[in-house]
């Protein structure tokens, strides 16, 4: 559904992307990760025709986006919240979505009811919106044309738990229908529990591109039973590598499929299943961006004295 070949965009000596090559699957959440200026929104910018390439192709069921001709109606897209007129209320704001499509006017409604904005809060002006209800009304928009792909940067940005939940199901749902959807954001916990697939940038290139059980099998896994020693011995005859604490815990390089498989064959009980660290997303993504990170630390820096921070 959309394939970046090849991408590239320079701005004079600044190249913000550089060869970028990968595919976002129907059926499939692609979380497209990346740190801080890494060429995430220009990939995005790039895909959505608000910006040319230099250089590779960037499409969406294929064509590019600015050859469809009702693209509403194929590619639901919601880049920045922030950006939807302040003067208009939410209704006016879907209404001259729904007009420019040509869609029935049904559809303001059932999109609204979709994203939980009350026919109260609907008749508001944008601009006294809070940020996660600017949110819901973006992705109303996006979705108002029944598109087959969601291309998306930031959506959960705003939006309190029981939203981020709701933003979730909803994106789920949309891929199990077959739809595409191409994610961007920074809640890295999110993506590792909505994402098929991960795609991580830096310096505008793939450093890391597969699906999410791949690229987080390597993390190692946690498994607690009652008889450490025994579900070590049982994951070493299987051929992997398995540490035994003295909690109870067992920390071994298998993935959490296989450790827990290890464990079922030996008829040892588990209590505890989970990537080592729990947090395995973030120690992947921290790996392979510590070279375009804006927080590393430099060579010679001076160490900041204690107290200096009180």
């Known amino acids: 559904m959309i394939r970046i070949a090849s ?61 469809l001709p009702n693209p509403g109606l194929d590619v639901g897209v919601l880049l920045d919240a922030s950006a939807q007129h302040g003067g208009r209320t939410g209704r006016e704001t879907l209404v001259l979505a729904q007009r420019t499509m040509g869609l029935p006017e049904a559809q303001v409604d059932a999109m609204l009811d979709l994203v939980g904005l009350t ?81 991580v940038i830096g310096h505008g290139r793939v450093v890391a591109a597969g699906s999410t059980a791949e690229l987080l099998d390597g993390a190692g896994t946690l498994v607690r039973a009652h008889d450490a020693a025994a579900l070590s011995a049982a994951l070493t005859s299987a051929g992997y590598r398995a540490t035994a604490g003295a909690d109870g815990a067992v920390v071994t390089d298998a993935g959490t499929v296989d450790a827990g498989l290890v464990a079922f064959a030996a008829g040892l009980p588990v209590t505890e299943l989970r990537c080592a660290d729990g947090t395995a997303l973030e120690e992947m993504f921290l790996d ?19 107290g200096a921070l009180a």
């Not at 929104?41 to 910006?51: D, E, I, N």
């Not at 392979?288 to 204690?306: K, Q």
Request: no cysteine; charged share 25%.
């Open 119 to 199: 026919r109260t809060e609907s008749r508001r002006r944008v601009r006294d919106y809070s940020l996660g209800m600017r949110q819901r009304l973006g992705i109303a928009t996006a979705l108002l044309g029944d598109p087959r792909v969601l291309i998306l940067d930031e959506p959960a940005n705003g939006l309190d738990p029981a939203g981020i939940r709701w933003m979730r199901d909803l994106l789920r749902s949309f891929a199990d229908d077959g739809g595409t959807v191409l994610l961007s954001s920074h809640l890295l916990a999110e993506i590792e529990a909505i994402a098929d697939d991960i795609v």
């Open 288 to 306: 392979l961006t510590a070279d375009d990170r804006r927080d590393r630390p430099s060579v010679g820096a001076v160490p900041i004295p204690s």
């Open 7 to 67: 991408l590239t965009r320079r701005y004079g000596d600044l190249t913000a992307v550089d060869d970028l090559t990968f595919t976002a699957s129907p059926g499939r959440v692609t979380g497209f990760l990346g740190p801080n200026g890494a060429g995430k929104s220009t990939t995005l910018r790039l895909l959505t025709g608000l910006a040319t390439p230099t250089a590779g192709t960037a499409t969406v069921l294929g064509r590019r986006y600015a050859d």
